[in-house]
């Protein structure tokens, strides 16, 4: 069965008990991962919790209406999209789908987890989380939870879903961003040079294949023309 982490939000595939809670996790390593069954109830008392403090104007339903648990729900920042059906006679099925996260958005002493749409997530500790790519702001850029970076900041972000997804032989440091032109910075390897935020998929795809063909001492890989790629000293 199938879990999920609630401190990163990674799905965790097979070997967790659907009642599962506080199992580690492998990406993040927080003992914060339960089962999709635990995961749910804890969302259910979330969504009891919301409406004890509803106004009684709303009458006694409270949040039994499929579109209130759903509101609700969809309203926490770490959901990507929920779906509430009704099972007759007396419950409703909750299907949540967590939000991926790609990185933590740095600014001065403060840091958030954000993914690939730039959404930010939450806010944690500075120095926490080392196993996401730094993506670091500028001092004066306003941060919200549940809120989206700049659109500025939005090709940096999909750069790095795109790392994610392809999981490049070496694990992502943080993304520079200088003139429109983007580069990932790996840990113990060479920079891949991404050029515009176009076809950054495919980009990464590329950048992959061919790190496994160069040299040892290569310090960069450019692929900002994916037919052609060049790697270099």
């Known amino acids: 069965m ?6 990163c939000g990674e799905i965790q595939y097979g070997d967790v008990e659907p009642d599962a809670r506080g199992y580690p ?15 749910l109830a804890l969302e259910a008392r979330q969504v009891h919790a919301e409406a004890a403090v509803r106004p009684e104007r709303e009458g006694q339903m409270g949040l039994r209406r499929p579109e209130d648990v759903e509101g609700v729900v969809r309203a926490l920042p770490s959901v990507a999209g929920v779906s509430v059906d009704r099972a007759f006679p007396h419950t409703l099925v909750v299907r949540v789908a967590p939000e991926r996260v790609v990185a933590v958005a740095r600014r001065g002493h403060s840091s958030w987890l954000v993914t690939g749409a730039g959404k930010v997530v939450r806010e944690i500790e500075t120095g926490s989380e080392r196993t996401y790519p730094r993506l670091w702001l500028t001092r004066g850029v306003a941060v919200r939870v549940g809120g ?7 090709p940096a972000t999909k750069a790095l879903a795109a790392a994610t997804e392809e999981r490049l032989p070496r694990r992502v440091r943080a993304v520079r961003a200088v003139g429109g032109e983007l580069t990932l910075v790996l840990r113990h390897g060479p920079e891949i040079r991404l050029g515009e935020a176009t076809d950054l998929g495919l980009k990464v795809a590329v950048a992959t294949a061919v790190f496994r063909l160069v040299e040892p001492g290569t310090t960069y890989i450019d692929v900002s023309v994916p037919e052609r790629p060049v790697a270099g000293p």
């Open 2 to 7: 199938n879990g999920i982490c609630l401190s």
């Open 25 to 39: 996790c492998e990406v993040c390593g927080a003992g914060e991962v339960h089962g999709l069954e635990e995961h």
């Open 148 to 154: 989206t970076l700049p659109a500025s900041y939005t």
